[in-house]
């Protein structure tokens, strides 16, 4: 391997360019040898074999923003989460109290979030 | 004995060879256990032609009749995401095959921060999700590429706060440490803890991969295939099944690492040296799969608004508070 901390990190790019050859690849694989036959069939949009309706970029309503607002502020609560895993054992209580404390805020904000009803999936 | 001295470069083409053959095999495998395990579980025979001995060469036929599919891209899709989309889907899972130990030798990069990495490369595939439902301007695809999203960062919750607990408990995010301090595995070990944070990581692991009691994104009666309607062919392939065992391995090896012991014996006996590592990973990772497919026939499909409730309402107050019990355990017993 590469060695070092910029060692390890071309290591992964040497993986990813290998992973994508690997997908790409396959596809000119597939490509030099599956049948071509286009139709107008073939290339409209499928509403389980109904003309299709209007646009497929149809207005959505998008449910879920309360949640991946929720989702950031616990995914970001991760980021502190793993570097205070390591070395908490070394810190001792006052860590662990400080923790609590975090995680305290953040299960008080859930549960607001639970008592405005925000979370649920309408 | 033999004496052979590798340069590093050599090793790391060995290994990249080696773990990027595990990963097509895996998915192979993967397809035909789910083939069969379903089928026995159902009491059915199964895929009984293709290669002779109980069909053992179902998926390989599968792979190369995929290959010679014609590949149609609708006239209003979106031509250039829609052809992206599927390696979008499908690099980050090769990618997470990166820090899996699969021996004490056997990892092409023990990187420091294995679990972060693993947990960050493996959100990468709900842009690919978001790409296919849009790209393909298709309602069905749409609905299934919301719907997938909003799963796919529920779901991850769960398994982050897993990984925490490991990581408390082992000390170090490097998947290596993680195994070698793993003298009874942490699914035995610390009680209740590890079996309660296991448990988080395979409910989260199967509503990762979309599977059965959590495939509403692809909910065949109501959305057809979700975010995969429009595709065909090898990008079908690549977009739903070969990413979909392709994750159902890593996440088998990934269980069996943090939980299991990954190539450690599963009791810490030094009789049991003897077994390579290579095989007791493989038996814990099959062991995980066989746990997702068994998962498969035995629950009903469960509904979106459930599903919700379930992750944000009981699954991440269970982890969060599990964070704090195993400070306490670390610390104090």
């Not at chain 1, 060692?7 to 790019?13: L, M, N, P, R, S």
């Not at chain 2, 849009?134 to 997938?148: D, E, F, P, Q």
């Not at chain 2, 959305?223 to 979909?244: K, N, V």
């Amino acid at each position: 391997m590469p060695e070092g901390y910029f060692g390890q990190y071309a290591t992964i790019g040497i993986f990813v360019f290998v992973g994508v050859a690997l997908v790409f690849g396959t596809l000119q694989l597939a490509r030099l040898v599956r049948p071509n036959v286009p139709s107008y069939e073939k290339s409209t949009t499928y509403e389980s074999g109904i003309d299709p309706i209007g646009e497929g970029w149809s207005q959505s309503n998008v449910r879920y923003y309360i949640f991946a607002l929720l989702f950031v502020v616990f995914d970001v609560e991760a980021v502190f989460l793993f570097p205070w895993a390591i070395v908490f054992e070394r810190l001792g209580t006052q860590a662990l109290v400080e923790m609590v404390i975090f995680i305290g805020i953040l299960a008080i904000a859930l549960l607001y979030a639970i008592k405005k009803k925000v979370l649920e999936w309408l | 004995m033999f004496d052979i001295t590798l340069a590093t470069w050599q090793i790391l083409v060995i290994k990249i060879i080696v773990i990027l053959t595990v990963v097509p095999v895996g998915a192979l495998v993967g397809g035909y256990a789910e083939h069969k395990v379903m089928a026995h579980l159902q009491h059915r025979l199964g895929p009984m032609y293709p290669g002779g001995f109980h069909g053992w060469a179902t998926t390989l036929a599968d792979g190369i009749k995929f290959l010679y599919k014609e590949d149609i891209i609708p006239a209003a899709a979106d031509r250039k995401v829609f052809s992206l989309a599927p390696a979008a889907i499908m690099v980050p899972i090769i990618m997470t095959y990166l820090v899996i130990p699969i021996d004490r030798a056997l990892i092409v990069e023990d990187l420091d921060v294995g679990i972060f990495y693993l947990l960050a490369v493996g959100s990468l595939s709900t842009i690919g999700l978001l790409m296919a439902g849009w790209s393909s301007a298709n309602k069905y695809a749409l609905i299934g590429a919301l719907r997938s999203a909003a799963q796919l960062i529920a779901y991850e919750l769960p398994i982050v706060l897993a990984a925490v607990v490991v990581a408390m408990l082992a000390g170090s995010l490097s998947l290596i440490d993680i195994v070698e301090t793993q003298n009874w595995p942490f699914a035995i070990w610390p009680p209740g803890i590890g079996f309660i944070a296991f448990l988080l990581f395979t409910v989260g692991a199967v509503a990762e991969m979309t599977r059965v009691p959590f495939d509403m994104p692809v909910a065949e009666s109501e959305i057809i295939t979700g975010p995969f309607t429009e595709y065909s062919g090898m990008r079908y392939i690549f977009a739903h099944m070969f990413a979909e065992m392709g994750h159902m391995v890593a996440f088998g090896g990934i269980g069996a690492t943090l939980f299991l012991g990954g190539y450690q014996p599963i009791v810490p006996i030094p009789f049991l040296d003897f077994i390579p590592g290579v095989i007791w990973f493989s038996a814990k990772t099959m062991f995980m799969i066989f746990l997702f497919l068994w998962i498969r026939p035995t629950f009903p499909r469960v509904r979106e608004d459930q599903l919700q409730k379930f992750a944000w309402k009981f699954l991440i107050p269970v982890g969060l508070a599990l964070v704090l019990v195993t400070g306490a355990w670390v610390l104090y017993v």
